[in-house]
């Protein structure tokens, strides 16, 4: 049975319409959902969307004022992005369970939901995930350059103020027990100092701590873009996960 494609949809939240696209497959037994860095549209999953949709449904999305998204006077944390993220899939009927693959900011998005709503969610992928603390370890070990453009950076999508206000969210929530969990890290040092790498690469490895059922991937050659830089490699990752919440 061929795949069915419901591209370029809006759907409204409740006051906005969200952009979204899903590929839905036959008798698959989950969703993947992707949740982007910040200021990032869906169209940044092209590289690995097509191939996700050889094995698994997927759904993709843009956040308020993202993309085709709507814009809105809603907060721009990580607690709002939850919500919209959930009355999108349950509006646009797309059941759970889902395996919710997040990047950058997207990351703490995604372990934001699974810690609020386990029950809906079979398994999680971290794709070069923010860290709760990262804001008061890595600053202090960027050049001034780098400081300045990392702060610089909040004005797209919600301000540095929002994304303080999402680590203490993500900071605040239990652990998620025995949900399978991937973190994905990029081996490159993009965006950072010597310095700044080594202690990014202990907070990836401190996000193992959130599952007991937890691996971490370092993938060579790639740098924060891990699915644009190394497709293939993060496709693969998705792939096992699925097969190994399905065995």
């Keep these: 049975m061929e795949e069915a494609v419901k591209a370029g949809k809006m759907q409204d939240i409740g006051g906005i319409k969200l952009y979204y696209e899903f590929v839905e497959k036959p008798n698959s037994d989950v969703t993947v959902v992707f949740e982007s860095g910040y200021g990032c549209p869906s169209e940044y999953w092209g590289p690995i969307k097509d191939t996700v949709g050889k094995f698994a449904q997927y759904i993709m999305y843009d956040r308020p004022g993202l993309g085709k998204s709507e814009k809105d006077d809603r907060p721009k944390d990580s607690n709002q992005a939850v919500e919209n993220l ?6 646009a009927n797309i059941k759970p369970p889902y395996v919710l693959v997040g990047h950058s900011i997207g990351g703490i998005n995604v372990r934001l939901y699974a810690s609020k709503y386990p029950e809906e969610v079979a398994a999680m992928v971290l794709l070069d995930s923010c860290h709760p603390d990262q804001n008061i370890i890595l600053p202090p070990l960027f050049d001034e350059e780098l400081r300045d453009n990392y702060f610089k950076q ?4 919600g301000s540095l103020d929002d994304i303080d206000a999402s680590f203490n969210e993500a ?3 239990p652990s998620l027990g025995n949900m399978p969990l991937k973190v994905v890290s990029a081996g490159l040092q993009s965006y950072h100092t010597k310095a700044s790498h080594t202690a990014w690469n202990l907070l990836q490895r401190d996000l193992l701590h959130l599952s007991k059922n937890s691996k971490h991937i370092i993938v060579e ?3 924060h873009g ?3 830089d190394q497709p293939e490699a993060v496709t693969s990752v998705i792939q096992y996960t699925i097969e190994e919440i399905n065995f």
């Design 86 to 91: 959930r009355t999108l899939l349950q509006r």
């Design 154 to 157: 909040f004005i797209v999508e």
């Design 171 to 173: 900071r605040c929530r």
């Design 221 to 223: 050659n790639a740098g």
């Design 226 to 228: 891990i699915h644009i």
